[in-house]
């Protein structure tokens, strides 16, 4: 969805209506002289809160517990290293 623009002026006259579009999740672009000065934006939910609302959707379970940490493991692709590559690449 594209932002709206407004002018302050009419941002002063009708204040709750644009309040009610960002808390809506759209964005609303303020202006003066037609310049953009400010943008009013919906704040979004925290990780937390997303997460309560997945598991009360229940789209999600979670035991609540703190996951163990994720070692990526690398697979390299041939003989070369990453530093004869970066090497290669600054040649």
Request: without cysteine; negative net charge.
């Amino acid at each position: 969805m594209t932002p709206t623009t407004i002018g302050i002026r009419d941002l002063k006259v009708h204040l709750s209506n644009y309040v009610q579009q960002a808390k809506a999740g759209n964005v609303v672009i303020i202006t003066e002289r037609g310049e953009p000065i400010a943008k009013l934006t919906p704040i979004r939910p925290t990780v937390k809160q997303r997460l309560d609302e997945l598991i009360e959707a229940g789209l999600l379970e979670w035991s609540g517990q703190r996951l163990s940490p994720f070692t990526p493991e690398v697979v390299p692709h041939g003989d070369r290293t990453v530093a004869d590559l970066l090497l290669e690449d600054r040649e």
